[in-house]
């Protein structure tokens, strides 16, 4: 169980244009999903935090009004790069929390995606 | 602030042999420890969790121990195979939900 569905794997699209990243939890409901972003050879950073039915939680230096989350249902969250730049650039990947009992909880992660601004 | 820090940074090894990966971290107030897989151009792949509470955790070839007064944690991977290779990351988690990564160790082990 537990497993989080990221797509596209990967997009390319031109300057200035938008795009979409859906994650969709598959057999669990999440309440909180994250978003990070890897450079090359760089650590995964956390971007913002995903609450169903809320407003999504930013990490400071991240531009709310560029990366526009959306948390909607308990299965669906999705962060779109609106007027890209090829600085934007990167790998971005959720996580969904699931949590099955007092004492423990994990991570799942979706297998990312590979945005080429060009 | 929290910091997580991954030593080595890259780690070469002959097929077969048992190999140690460091974490370390500053903020020693963690909800959880969690170590991961990371393929190239992939996503992740959880290994390992180790609650607050615990010391360590085993699964398979993979033993994970944490030590959170002195902020470490260990990966041991024991005999080792060329399907080992990939970037191992580890990450704290606050009570937030919210991960804190370190850089990763690129492992490659040699047929």
């Known amino acids: 169980g537990a497993v989080v569905s990221q797509h596209p794997s990967w997009v390319i699209c031109k300057s200035g244009t938008s795009v979409k990243i859906e994650c969709r939890s598959l057999d669990f409901q999440a309440t909180t999903m994250f978003w990070y972003r890897q450079f090359p050879k760089q650590s995964l950073m956390l971007m913002a935090t995903s609450n169903e039915g809320s407003k999504a939680t930013y990490e400071q230096g991240v531009e709310k009004d560029k990366f526009l989350i959306n948390h909607a249902s308990l299965t669906l969250s999705t962060l779109t790069v609106t007027s890209a730049h090829p600085e934007d650039s990167s790998f971005y990947i959720c996580s969904a929390r699931k949590v099955w009992g007092r004492d423990s909880d994990g991570y799942t992660f979706g297998s990312g995606t590979r945005l080429t601004v060009v | 602030k929290q910091e997580v820090t991954q030593i080595p940074a890259a780690l070469s090894v002959p097929e077969g042999e048992n190999l140690v990966l460091n974490c370390s971290f500053t903020?020693?107030?963690?909800?959880?420890l969690q170590w991961f897989r990371q393929d190239p151009g992939k996503g992740l792949t959880s290994l390992l969790l180790i609650q607050s509470s615990q010391r360590e955790q085993t699964s398979g070839r993979l033993n994970a121990s944490l030590d959170k007064s002195s902020g470490r944690s260990t990966l041991y991977i024991a005999a080792s195979q060329p399907g080992d290779s990939a970037t191992y990351l580890c990450a704290v988690g606050g009570s937030q939900g919210n991960l804190i990564f370190g850089k990763g160790t690129k492992l490659s082990v040699k047929p």
């Open positions: 903020d020693s107030a963690i909800y959880n």
